[in-house]
């Protein structure tokens, strides 16, 4: 099982709930896994074309990615960050 960090901004899908396992052998199986139970959230974290959006980070542990065939192994840790701006 796969441990997911959800940001503040996506907790309007998790009804608030901002840690929650899933599965997958991906960063992608797991945000689909995700998707099945919170309808819309891997949207707002992966375009049309399967990529990161560009205001959204992804870590496995320390380790940012911006691949979602990134393989994980279980018991990985998933951070999933909006990134800020301003000005």
Do not use: C, N, W
Request: hydrophobic share 45%; aromatic share 6%; net charge negative.
């Amino acid at each position: 099982m796969i441990r997911v960090l959800i940001p503040s901004q996506l907790t309007a899908y998790t009804d608030g709930v901002t840690r929650v396992p899933a599965a997958g052998a991906t960063v992608d199986e797991v945000l689909k896994d995700l998707d099945a139970r919170f309808p819309g959230i891997r949207f707002r974290v992966v375009d049309e074309q399967d990529r990161v959006r560009r205001h959204m980070r992804i870590f496995v542990g320390l380790e940012e990615t911006r691949a979602v065939s990134r393989p994980l192994s279980d018991g990985d840790e998933l951070l999933i960050f909006g990134a800020l701006s301003g000005g």
